[in-house]
T-cell receptor, first 114, second 114 residues
């Protein structure tokens, strides 16, 4: 158990819908990262937050947004869903924002868009 | 830009055989870290090792060992006396330049047959 929790574990929805994925980092970790794992694109970084502030942005679509709350949990919002958004979404956390600490990953949320 | 290449897409070995997973990376940074993660069939990503570019000594942890060679930009992972429980997808990764989000290779799927 990495200490990072993600809910829900599975999500099935229809095209055009909006969903919210939730992540609670390990106790004490200030950085939260979101990654998407799909068959064709592999594991890709989406966005990072550090202590409530956006720190880095990767290949995140404009239809997607995220935030980190004062209690450090984070939410990833996916809207106007398309079939191609079906993927495994991981949240990871690490202890400090500016150094290369190991990132500990949650169990992931498997999103299926029908 | 950072790049990680895992040329072996799939490897199949018989239990108790040794197996080496290759990882070649590209970076313009003079100081960097390298990571290996394991993704078992259950789907979670498990941290295995973080390696600093300053330290080129081989690392051993039980049946796992890592060979880091800066001259060839490689960070290979060897499993000695493989077991069925080692069956998983293994990812090599390094951080984006100047930040901590990870760039992952495409992964190598290892199947260990009893």
């Amino acid at each position: 158990d990495s200490g990072v929790t993600q809910t829900p574990k599975h999500l099935i929805t229809a095209t055009g819908q909006r969903v919210t994925l939730r992540c609670s980092p390990r106790s004490g970790d200030l950085s939260v990262y979101w990654y998407q794992q799909s068959l064709d694109q592999g594991l890709q970084f989406l966005i990072q937050y550090y202590n409530g502030e956006e720190r880095a942005k990767g290949n995140i679509l404009e239809r997607f947004s995220a935030q980190q709350f004062p209690d450090l949990h984070s939410e990833l919002n996916l809207s106007s869903l398309e079939l191609g958004d079906s993927a495994l979404y991981f949240c990871a956390s690490s202890g400090r924002g500016g150094t290369y600490n190991e990132q500990f990953f949650g169990p992931g949320t498997r999103l299926t868009v029908l | 830009a950072q790049k990680v290449t895992q040329a072996q897409t799939e490897i199949s070995v018989v239990e108790k055989e040794d197996v080496t997973l290759d990882c070649v990376y590209e970076t313009r940074d003079t100081t960097y870290y390298l990571f290996w993660y394991k993704q078992p069939p259950s789907g979670e990503l498990v941290f295995l090792i973080r390696r600093n570019s300053f330290d080129e000594q081989n690392e051993i942890s039980g049946r796992y060992s890592w060979n880091f060679q800066k001259s060839t930009s490689s960070f290979n992972f060897t499993i000695t006396a493989s077991q069925v429980v080692d069956s998983a997808v293994y990812f090599c990764a390094l951080p984006h330049s100047g930040n901590t989000p990870l760039v992952f290779g495409k992964g190598t799927r290892l199947s260990v047959i009893a």
